[in-house]
C-alpha cells in the first residue's frame, strides 16, 4: 500500500502545530489519528479519507491567523460544518486540514425591523428560523436536513429544500458575507441593503463549495411566516401517475410551495422510524403538495391540485388537518433519507435534475436501471423543480454489489442529462459529481470556470480538487500532491474503502 | 507477538461488538443526530457526538482502529449514555446497546477509571452499598455533609460536588405544609402514619381486608441500591401511592441492584449476573408487574432480554422478565390515577433520560401530577435535555458535566418554580447539587412524593 507517502502527506508539521494552537488553544486542534478517523466522510460515506489534522477556530480574526498560517506553509484547507453534506464536499483531499466551523454558531445580530439576521457559519439551518419564530419570521431555504445541517455549508452548496420551488435556493436569501480568502485577506461581500450595486460578488460566492475562501459571517434575508398553509397528500398506486400529476399542476401555471413524491420503498422506511407520518404503506408513490401565503384563494388552490392529482388517477387525496399533521407529514419526508438504514447497510444518494414534463420517463428509466443491474432504488425527491434523489442501496461489504452500483449510478446520470437535465440540483458537485462535469460542460466552459476560481484562489489550497475534474483546473502543485491524489475518482475510492484502505494508512 | 496473535487477540476483544455489526450498519450518517447530542452542542467534535462514536465502534470492528487507542476511549467514556440521539434517529440505531458493548470492550482492554471500578464494587455488593449509603445518611443527619460543604475550599471540587449530591437526596421537610389553602387545609394536621407504612418495602402493609371483586394487581417495587439507601422515602411514597390505586404490593427481599451502572460502565458480566439474580427473585415472588420508580434502572430492567439474550437458560425468562416492567408512571396511568387533594404549589419538571429516551415515556410522569388538585406545572425549557448526571459523571467529568448541569440549573431558575420533579435519583442528585452550589435551595423531589402527599392530604386515604 501506499503508507510512506500518504503517511507523510498526513502529518501535520509541529512547528505549524505549535503556532495553530496558539491561535486557537489546544482543544480546538486535533491531530491524533484516531480522532480524525471521524472527519474522513461527510453525510456520502462512500468516500473516506483521513484529513491532516482538524482545526476549530472562534471568529473571523482566527479564521483568518489559521488560513494565514497554512497559506504560508502551502497547506491546503477545507471548511466543514456538520458534515451533513452528500457530495463528498468536505473531504480533506490533497492532504488538506479541516477547518471545522460547527463551533462559530452565534446568531450575532436579528434585526426583525429589517428582516436579516446576521449569523456566523456554524449556526444550524432550523435553529435561525426558531430564533426569528417569535418575530413571525423565518428563514426560508429548509434542506431535508435542516435540524443539523449549518448555514456556512448552505452556502456553500447553495443548498435547496422542498419550498426552495416557490422561495428559491440558499443564494436568493443571502444579502452580505464577510469571507476569508485562501491567503487570510477578510473582504466583504454584497452590501448590507441587499440591493445590487455593481458585480453580484454574493451570487457568485454562494455554491463555490468553498473552493473560493471561507465565510465566516452571513447576512441573511428573514422572510414572513405565511399566513395560511395547506398540505394534500395524494396517494397514487402507480409512479407514473403521480409523475404525470406533477407535471400536470407545474403545466397548468400552479406554483405550489413544495411539490414532493416519495415512493414506497420510503415510505416503508419512514412509516418504521419514529417519523412515521402514517403514509399507506401499500401506496406506489404520495405527492405533498403545499400551498402558502395570504389564506384568500390558498383553499381554492388546494382544490384545484387535488382535482389534478385525481384527474391523473390519485386513489386518494387528503389534506394536513391542522399544523401538527402537517408538521408529521414534513418531518417524515425531511428525515426520509436517515430512515434508509433501515433498507440497506449502505446508501448512495444521487442528486439531478430533469424537465418536469419528462419526470414520468426519467423515473421508468431508473427503475428500470435499478432492475437490470439487480439493485434497490428508492425515490424521495423534490418533484415540483424536477430535482430527483434515487438512493441506491447496498452493502459495500459485497464487492459485486458495489461495482452494479457504480454503472448504475452513472447510467441514471446519462439518463437525466439526455433528457435534458443536470447532474446536480442542490448537493453540490464536490467530489461526487466531479468527474460527470464533462457530461453537461464543454472545456472551455471548465476551464472559463477555473479562471473564476482561480481570482479567489489562485493558491488553489482552499478545498482543492473538487468541483471540477483535475485535468481541467491541475493549477496547484504542492508538496502534497507530488503524488497521485488520493480520490482519482468515485470507483478508485469505493474500491478502496471496500478493501479497507483509505489510502491513508491506518 | 506474531501478527496471527495480534489479530486473534483483537478479534477475541471487540468480538462483543463485532456481533453487533449489522446494528452498527444502520446508521447512514445523516447527522441528525448531532443536536440531540450534549456532548456535541457543547464541544462541536465529530467525535463527540453519536454519529462519530458509532464511526468509532464500526472502525474497532473493522480492524481500522485499535480497541486500545485513546480516541476510542475518550469520545467513548465522553458519552453520557442519554440516548437522545436515539429519539431522533430515523434508522433506529440501538446506540445504548452498542455503546455498552463498547465500552465493554474498552474495560478488557484499557479498564476502567478508579471512581467508576470503585462505585460499581460498592454498587455489586450487598453489603458495601448497604455500608456507604448508612455512611452517607449518617453525614447528612449529622449535619455534618452541610458543615462540611462550607467549609471546603473551592478547589476540592469533586469533593465539594459529591457533598452536594448527598445533600442533595434530603427531601424537604416542608412539603408536609406546602401549598395548604382552602377547604383541604383542616386535613394537614392529620396523624401521621404508623412507622411501619414509612418504613418501605420491609413493612408494606398487607393487602386491606376488606376484599374487592376485581382480582387486585400483584406488584412488586424494585428498591434499587441508590434509591434505597438515600430515598428510601420515595419508595414508601410508591408503596402507599400503588397500594391507593388498589395494587397489592408484595415484598421481594431477595431482590437485587438492577445492574443499570454495571452495563453502562462497560460491566456486562456483572450486570447479568444481578439480572439472573433478580429475574430469580422476581419470579419466585409471583407478581403481576415490576413498578420501578427510577428511570435508569426501568430502562435497563426493560432491556434485560437483549442483556441475556446469549444465555440459553435466562434468555426467554429475561425477556418475559421485561415484559412486566413498568415505571411506576406508565402503571399509575394504565390505573388512571386517583385525584388526591389539593397541593397549592409550583412545580416545573424534569425528564430523565433514561425515561423519555430511553423508554420513550414522555406524557405518564405529567398525566400522574395532574391527580393533583391545584398543583401548578410550568414547562421546563430543555426538559428532554440531559441534566448531566449520568451515573456519576459529574465526578468524572467535572468540567463538561459541570457545563452541561450550569444549563439545566439555569433552566430551572428561569421557571420560578417552588419545586422540580425528576422520577430518577441520580437526576435528583445531580440537579439538587447543581442548585445547592448555586447557593438555590429549592428542593428537588421525585413526582410520586408529590402524589403521595396529595392524598396524605385526603380525609380518608383512597382504598380499594
Known amino acids: 500500500m501506499t503508507s510512506s507517502a500518504t503517511d507523510h502527506a498526513t502529518r501535520l508539521d509541529p512547528a505549524l502545530a505549535a503556532a495553530l494552537r496558539r491561535v486557537v488553544g489546544d482543544d480546538a486542534l486535533i491531530t491524533d489519528p484516531g480522532a480524525l478517523l471521524v472527519y474522513e466522510s461527510d453525510g456520502l460515506t462512500a468516500y473516506r479519507v483521513r484529513p491532516r489534522a482538524v482545526v476549530a477556530p472562534r471568529g473571523t480574526e482566527q479564521v483568518a491567523a489559521v488560513v494565514r498560517l497554512l497559506a504560508e506553509a502551502g497547506v491546503p484547507f477545507v471548511p466543514r460544518g456538520a458534515g451533513t453534506g452528500l457530495s463528498g464536499g468536505a473531504l480533506a483531499l490533497e492532504g488538506a486540514v479541516v477547518l471545522s466551523l460547527a463551533r462559530m454558531n452565534r446568531i450575532l445580530e436579528l434585526d426583525p425591523a429589517n428582516r436579516r439576521a446576521r449569523v456566523e457559519p456554524g449556526v444550524v439551518n432550523a435553529h435561525l428560523s426558531r430564533a426569528a419564530a417569535p418575530y413571525g419570521l423565518y428563514y426560508a431555504p429548509d434542506p431535508s436536513s435542516q435540524s443539523a445541517c449549518t448555514i456556512g455549508g448552505n452556502v456553500a452548496e447553495n443548498a435547496g429544500g422542498p419550498h426552495c420551488l416557490k422561495y428559491g435556493a440558499t443564494v436568493n436569501h443571502i444579502l452580505g458575507l464577510t469571507v476569508v480568502l485562501p491567503d487570510g485577506e477578510v473582504v466583504e461581500l454584497g452590501a448590507g441593503s441587499g440591493e445590487l450595486v455593481g458585480y453580484d460578488l454574493v451570487g457568485l460566492f454562494v455554491g463555490s463549495e468553498g473552493t473560493f475562501g471561507v465565510a465566516t459571517e452571513i447576512e441573511v434575508r428573514l422572510s414572513p411566516v405565511p399566513e395560511a398553509v395547506e398540505t394534500l397528500l ?154 430527483l434523489h434515487p438512493n441506491i442501496l447496498f452493502d459495500r461489504r459485497d464487492a459485486d454489489e458495489v461495482r452494479r452500483v457504480e454503472t448504475a449510478s452513472r447510467e441514471i446520470m446519462k439518463l437525466c442529462v439526455e433528457a435534458g437535465g443536470s447532474i446536480t440540483g442542490e448537493h453540490g458537485v464536490g467530489l461526487d459529481k466531479r468527474e460527470y462535469m464533462p457530461l453537461i460542460f464543454g472545456e472551455a466552459e471548465m476551464a472559463a470556470m477555473c479562471e473564476v476560481r482561480r481570482v479567489f484562489n489562485p493558491s488553489g489550497l482552499a478545498n482543492p480538487a473538487k468541483v471540477l475534474p483535475l485535468r481541467v483546473c491541475r493549477e496547484w502543485v504542492g508538496p502534497a500532491t507530488a503524488r497521485e491524489p488520493v480520490a482519482a475518482g468515485r470507483a478508485a475510492v469505493v474500491d478502496a474503502a471496500t478493501g479497507g484502505d483509505d489510502g491513508v494508512g491506518a | ?137 449518617a453525614l447528612i443527619r449529622t449535619g455534618l455533609a452541610p458543615a462540611l460543604l462550607r467549609i471546603l475550599p473551592r478547589r476540592l471540587q469533586r469533593a465539594r460536588f459529591a457533598l452536594a449530591m448527598l445533600l442533595a437526596s434530603r427531601g424537604w421537610a416542608g412539603l408536609r405544609d406546602a401549598g395548604i389553602s382552602g377547604p383541604c387545609a383542616a386535613d394537614a394536621g392529620r396523624p401521621e402514619r404508623s412507622e411501619a407504612g414509612r418504613a418501605g418495602a420491609a413493612g408494606s402493609p398487607a393487602p386491606s381486608a376488606d376484599a374487592s371483586p376485581a382480582p387486585r394487581l400483584r406488584v412488586a417495587v424494585l428498591l434499587g441500591c441508590v434509591q434505597q439507601g438515600l430515598f428510601a422515602r420515595v419508595n414508601a411514597a410508591t408503596i402507599r401511592v400503588l397500594e391507593a390505586n388498589g395494587c397489592d404490593v408484595v415484598p421481594v427481599p431477595d431482590q437485587r441492584c438492577c445492574g443499570a451502572l454495571h452495563a453502562h460502565g462497560g460491566d456486562l458480566e456483572r450486570a447479568r449476573e444481578l439480572a439472573r439474580a433478580n429475574i430469580d427473585a422476581f419470579e419466585r415472588a409471583g407478581i403481576d408487574v415490576v ?171 383512597p382504598r380499594d
Open chain 1, 234 to 387: 395524494a396517494l397514487f398506486d402507480d409512479v407514473d401517475d403521480a409523475s404525470r400529476a406533477v407535471s400536470a399542476i407545474i403545466a397548468e401555471g400552479m406554483i405550489p410551495a413544495a411539490l414532493e413524491m416519495i415512493d414506497r420503498e420510503t415510505i416503508r422506511a419512514v412509516e418504521e422510524s419514529v417519523y412515521a407520518a402514517g403514509i399507506p404503506t401499500d401506496v406506489a408513490a404520495a405527492l405533498v403538495v403545499e400551498f402558502d401565503g395570504p389564506r384568500a384563494g390558498l383553499a381554492a388552490d388546494a382544490d384545484r391540485a387535488a382535482g389534478i392529482c385525481r384527474r391523473e388517477g390519485a386513489r386518494e387525496v387528503q389534506r394536513a388537518r391542522d399544523a401538527a399533521e402537517r408538521e408529521r407529514l414534513w418531518q417524515g419526508r425531511k428525515k426520509a433519507f436517515g430512515a434508509m438504514g433501515r433498507l440497506a447497510p449502505d446508501l448512495l444518494v444521487q442528486d439531478a435534475v430533469v424537465p418536469r414534463s419528462r419526470l414520468p420517463e426519467v423515473l421508468r428509466g431508473i427503475y428500470d436501471v435499478a432492475r437490470r443491474h439487480g439493485l434497490r432504488i428508492s425515490n424521495v425527491f423534490h418533484a415540483g423543480d424536477g430535482n
Open chain 2, 1 to 137: 507477538m506474531s501478527i496471527a496473535a495480534t489479530d486473534a487477540r483483537r478479534a477475541e476483544l471487540t468480538e462483543v461488538l463485532a456481533r453487533e455489526e449489522e446494528k452498527l450498519l444502520a446508521c447512514v450518517h445523516c447527522g441528525f443526530c448531532l443536536q440531540a447530542c450534549p456532548t456535541y452542542t457543547r464541544l462541536g467534535d465529530e467525535a463527540d457526538s453519536p454519529r462519530g462514536r458509532l464511526y468509532l465502534m464500526r472502525a474497532v470492528v473493522e480492524g481500522r482502529l485499535e480497541p486500545d487507542d485513546d480516541a476510542f476511549a475518550t469520545h467513548l467514556d465522553r458519552c453520557l449514555g442519554c440516548r437522545a440521539c436515539e429519539t431522533v434517529c430515523p434508522s433506529g440505531v440501538e446506540y445504548g446497546h452498542l455503546l455498552e458493548r463498547a465500552r465493554a470492550v474498552i474495560a478488557r482492554e484499557s479498564g476502567v477509571g478508579f471512581a467508576t471500578r470503585a462505585l460499581l464494587t460498592v454498587f455489586g455488593s450487598r453489603l458495601l452499598a448497604r455500608t456507604a449509603m448508612g455512611g452517607g445518611r
Open chain 2, 291 to 461: 413498578a420501578v420508580n427510577a428511570a435508569g434502572c426501568g430502562a435497563a430492567m426493560k432491556e434485560y432480554g437483549a442483556l441475556l439474550a446469549g444465555d440459553p437458560a435466562y434468555a426467554e425468562r429475561a425477556r418475559a422478565f421485561a415484559r412486566r416492567v413498568r415505571d411506576v408512571s406508565e402503571l399509575l396511568v394504565e390505573l388512571g390515577p386517583r385525584p388526591g387533594a389539593p397541593v397549592q404549589i409550583r412545580v416545573t419538571y424534569d425528564a430523565p433520560c433514561h425515561l423519555h429516551h430511553a423508554q420513550r415515556i414522555t406524557r405518564a410522569p405529567l398525566d400522574v401530577l395532574a391527580a393533583i388538585p391545584g398543583l401548578e406545572l410550568v414547562p421546563l425549557p430543555g426538559a428532554d435535555e440531559c441534566c448531566g448526571g449520568a451515573g456519576i459523571y459529574g465526578l468524572t467529568h467535572p468540567e463538561l458535566g459541570g457545563r452541561i448541569l450550569e444549563d439545566k440549573v439555569a433552566a430551572v431558575r428561569s421557571t420560578r418554580a417552588d419545586v422540580v420533579v425528576t422520577p430518577n435519583p441520580g437526576c435528583m442528585m445531580q440537579i439538587g447539587a447543581g442548585l445547592l452550589l448555586a447557593g438555590d435551595g429549592r428542593p428537588v423531589l421525585h413526582p410520586i412524593e408529590l402524589l403521595d402527599e396529595s392524598y396524605r392530604r385526603l380525609p380518608t386515604r
